[in-house]
């Protein structure tokens, strides 16, 4: 996937030209987003159309500007070729997704981590997912697990608004909920000691959260999958300095770490990093 940027590129621009494009792009939707570093600025527009020749479903192409940020984790854009539509829907797992790529963070990279978590789950669990978004972990969970109820929490609105609109495109919302809030007030007030597993997809800041995790398990006993970034000069390094910290940050708990795994890789020597953490005796 890495190199298809290339190769359309390769009969529209120069051998040197070609060597500055950032090969990773992601394609949610009809939607395609891509990096056009300064030097090639003055070549967007035909950077756009070429890869809305090449790439079928594609019908509108978006620059990322600037890095996923602020409290929503949303990444400027500037629009490039196509159609001017920052709303699509997306398919993974056999749930649709409508998605606003502009006021919402979505990434069609953690494709492998959702349905790894969705497999994990037990009949008649009840989940609290923090980070919701536009509700992609609790969905494919709610689908694949017809026995379990989410919390799903977010405090975008936006986000929220998508996340509610998702449960009924997918039937699911009898059984997620969609919840607009900051995590840490939504659990002291409505959800505290009911949950059996707390998702915390909010690397940059999950330690924040971590006491408000476990005030969501029932009895203090239960499943917490912790995400991080790291950065080392290895995944093996990084697996293990993510250990050391993710032991450090649940101190103060019983709690065993179950399983580490990188999900990928963010940047340059930096890792996202996901423990499963059981939490009690
Ligand atoms: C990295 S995204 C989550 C991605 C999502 N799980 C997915 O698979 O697409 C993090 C989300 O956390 C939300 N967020 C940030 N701080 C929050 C908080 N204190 N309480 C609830 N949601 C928060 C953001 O609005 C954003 O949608």
Excluded: W
């Excluded at 479903?57 to 490039?80: C, I």
């Excluded at 997918?170 to 007030?189: F, H, M, P, T, Y």
């Amino acid at each position: 996937m890495a190199h298809i940027l290339k190769k359309i590129l390769s009969e529209t621009l120069t051998p040197d030209e070609i060597s500055q494009v950032c090969s990773a792009f992601d394609m949610i939707g009809s939607i395609v987003i891509v990096k056009i570093p300064d030097p090639l600025k003055l070549k967007k527009q035909i950077i756009g159309e070429t890869i809305l020749h090449c790439i079928k479903p594609a019908k509108s192409v978006f620059a990322q500007t600037s890095a996923v940020r602020g409290d929503y984790r949303v990444r400027s854009l500037e629009f490039v070729a196509g159609e001017y539509n920052t709303i699509t829907e997306y398919r993974e797992h056999g749930c649709k997704f409508r998605v606003d790529i502009e006021n919402t963070y979505f990434s069609p990279r953690l494709s492998t981590e959702r349905l790894r978590i969705a497999k994990l789950t037990s009949e008649n669990e009840v989940i609290a997912n923090m980070f919701a978004g536009v509700g992609t972990f609790s969905i494919i969970i709610a689908k694949m697990n017809r026995t379990c109820k989410i919390y799903s929490i977010d405090c975008n609105p936006s986000a929220n608004e998508m996340s509610i609109i998702n449960t009924k495109l997918n039937g699911v919302q009898n059984r997620v909920l969609s919840i607009c809030g900051n995590a840490k007030d939504v659990i002291e007030d409505q959800i505290r000691g009911q949950c059996d597993r707390v998702l915390m997809p909010l690397p940059e800041r999950s330690s924040e959260f971590v006491d408000s995790a476990v005030l969501a398990l029932k009895g203090g006993r239960g499943v917490i999958h912790f995400y991080v970034h790291v950065k080392a000069n290895s995944k093996n390094t990084a697996r293990e300095k993510a250990d050391s910290d993710i032991q450090n940050i649940f101190n103060k708990y019983q709690h065993e770490i179950l399983h580490t795994r990188i999900v990928r890789e963010v940047g340059p020597r930096v890792y996202q990093i996901v423990s499963d953490v059981c939490i009690g005796p």
